[in-house]
């Protein structure tokens, strides 16, 4: 009687912690999200052009098809058509990015991997650029073939690094970043050369592979979102799976996970999150790996809910990534997103990097 | 239960086991013997799925195991592998409920029940104690018991375990088989490979000697466990002697060079 006593006292305590432990989940949604929303509005407001709180909730409103509209054109362009939709889109690619970041940690068992580190990004880059190059234009079914080439071009260049970096039928811990910046040193030094070929400014070949949120707008968002969709909803679905697969190959197929098709499925989610965010923005360094182990480290390494919240994470630090780009420099002088994620995102790593070893968990 | 049928299997080109046939009833406690590379956790391996057979079929339960589901195998057959290393800090009771995943429906599904076998399994193993601790952060004897219990939590009929105890201290090893001799009792079918020759005399109701990939002997623990076995699996001159109290038989090992049994002889060993 005693030991069922004990037993059931036992499940009530873990079942109170759990509990504890969704709160605090929800919590850290509810602060995300709240953050989010209001760094959008906040995002939107910066720029040279100066927008009131008025004209913004003016053009906010009808276009929620709650008011008529009341701002002159100029503002509702200037506020709707070119703010709005990059503040989105920054908002989408950081998702996106610190999303196929953690799944490529989680999947590859490695701290450094992500989409930029592991080549995919600068593969996506080079098969939309060589889209450019070929002049591949159209559409299909109302999709621009863009993000198909970096997709190709992600898949390719995520298949070379893991076969680079396979020994003995195992992918070697040590070689996979090896692999991944040498394919991508060598893919960007073909996009400078695609770029130089097509006698394209300085600027195109800057913005594949520093990363830039210039001119960019709705239809980019339009490009993007389903991608994003698909490799959200690939991914979801096996958050738990994931958790799993973070044990290591043996592990997973011991306690009954279909190992080689998840893990395809689960790769070529985070390649399509990769591509799609690459062809609207070109490869933005840093957000898919420090995203992830902020998120780690705040509520522990959960897939089901890291997800969540690296998806909001990533939308968050990418705003304000942008945000800084279109104002830090005077005269209206852009610099490249990617440029401002690598200076941020550096020695924040690298103060992570250090914290964590010294606790001993990588 | 288990049903091996001329299995020849190995890695890329290279067979590490041939042409080994032998069957495991329900109940059973096996001990999996021999020297390194002898093949046993290749054998561990094929019996769990991971490494299909180049030649031959392996049976669970009539069913040709190349044939189950993944999750419906992990709902039978749960291994507890050699001593690993996990990196991301996922608490211990994490750890354990993930052998609740084979029997879980999709999504999101922890159920009352699972959480309740994870406890047990936890109990079983002595583990309750760091069920909030990160994996990462205790010694790879707990790990290794934390390891356990996920396995036990698959509520498996079949329990596999390769060096499962090399890591842990005599007390802890005894422990862990006190512990599956008690759930052998009462119906886990037992199949261990170790190299503590004496702990699988001690435990193990039935042995096989594994040596270049073929099955050597194979029988009753009484019978198979003699010192021209041991010498012929190991190459090592070995006495066994059996324990005036329990009845079970213990192994020597004797130093290689021919000088010593001289030693020995005149009253070198107590």
């Known amino acids: 009687m005693g030991a069922v006593a004990g037993e059931s006292e036992a499940l009530a305590r873990t079942l109170d912690r759990r509990r504890r432990g969704r709160r605090r989940f929800a919590a850290a949604v509810l602060l995300l999200s709240g953050a989010l929303a209001l760094s959008v509005v906040l995002a939107v407001r910066l720029g040279r052009l100066e927008v009131t709180w008025e004209a913004m909730g003016a053009v906010l409103l009808a276009k929620l098809g709650w008011a008529p509209a009341t701002v002159d054109r100029t503002t509702e362009v200037v506020i709707w058509g070119i703010r709005f939709s990059r503040v989105i889109l920054a908002g989408l690619v950081g998702a996106c990015l610190a999303v196929a970041g953690v799944v490529f940690q989680g999947l590859l068992l490695n701290p450094l991997a992500d989409p930029f580190t592991l080549g995919v990004s600068t593969g996506g880059a080079f098969g939309a650029a060589l889209l450019v190059l070929l002049g591949v234009g159209g559409s299909f079914w109302g999709l621009s073939p863009l993000p198909l080439g970096a997709l190709a071009g992600a898949l390719g260049a995520l298949s070379a690094v893991l076969l680079l970096s396979r020994e003995a039928g195992r992918i070697r811990k040590e070689t996979l970043i090896l692999a991944g910046i040498v394919v991508s040193t060598f893919l960007s030094a073909l996009i400078s050369l695609i770029k130089s070929l097509d006698e394209e400014s300085l600027s195109a070949i800057v913005f594949w592979i520093m990363g830039s949120f210039s001119g960019r707008g709705w239809v980019h968002v339009g490009l993007l979102v389903p991608y994003a969709l698909t490799g959200l909803v690939l991914i979801g679905r096996y958050a738990r799976e994931l958790d799993i697969l973070a044990l290591g190959e043996e592990h997973s197929h011991f306690l009954g996970v279909a190992v080689t098709r998840v893990r395809l499925v689960l790769l070529i989610g985070a390649s399509l999150l990769t591509a799609g965010a690459v062809a609207v923005s070109g490869v933005i360094g840093f957000v898919g790996l420090v995203v992830p182990h902020v998120m780690r480290m705040w509520l522990g390494p959960a897939h089901g809910r890291l997800l969540w919240l690296c998806g909001l994470g990533g939308a968050l630090t990418l705003i304000w990534a942008d945000a800084l780009a279109r104002n830090l420099l005077a005269g209206g002088m852009e610099l490249p997103v990617g440029v401002v994620t690598a200076l941020l995102g550096g020695p924040f790593f690298f103060y992570l990097l250090k914290t964590r070893r010294a606790r001993g968990i990588w | ?270």
């Open chain 2, 1 to 270: 239960m288990i049903r091996v049928e001329d299995v020849s299997v190995g890695y890329e080109g290279r067979p590490v086991l041939r042409r080994l046939s032998f069957q495991v009833h329900p109940g059973e406690f096996v001990g999996l013997l021999g020297p390194n590379g002898s093949g046993k956790t290749t054998l561990i391996h094929a019996l769990a799925g991971l490494l299909a057979p180049q030649e031959g079929r392996i049976f669970l339960n009539g069913e040709p195991l190349a044939a189950l589901s993944s999750r419906r195998r992990a709902r039978t057959v749960a291994v507890v592998p050699q001593a690993t290393d996990i990196r991301f800090p996922f608490s211990c009771l994490e750890i354990v409920l993930m052998g609740r995943y084979p029997h879980q429906r999709r999504a999101f599904s922890l159920t009352e029940a699972d959480l309740a076998a994870a406890l047990w399994a936890m109990r079983e193993t002595t583990t309750e104690a760091f069920a909030d601790r990160p994996v990462t952060d205790i010694s790879g004897g707990e790990r290794q018991r934390v390891i356990i219990a996920r396995a036990l939590a698959q509520q498996p009929a079949v329990l596999l375990l390769d060096e499962a105890t090399s890591s842990l201290d005599v007390r802890k090893k005894v422990e862990i088989f006190e512990l599956l001799s008690r759930l052998n009792r009462e119906g886990l079918t037992v199949i261990c490979a170790l190299h503590d020759l004496n702990l699988a005399a001690l435990y193990c109701r039935r042995l096989m000697f594994l040596k270049g990939g073929r099955l050597l002997e194979d029988g009753p623990t009484e019978t198979v466990f003699t010192a021209a076995t041991l010498e012929r699996v190991y190459d090592t001159p070995m006495e066994v002697i059996l324990h005036p109290g329990y009845g079970r038989p213990f192994a020597l090992t004797l130093p290689l060079h021919p000088a010593a049994p001289a030693r020995a002889a005149s009253g070198g060993v107590p």
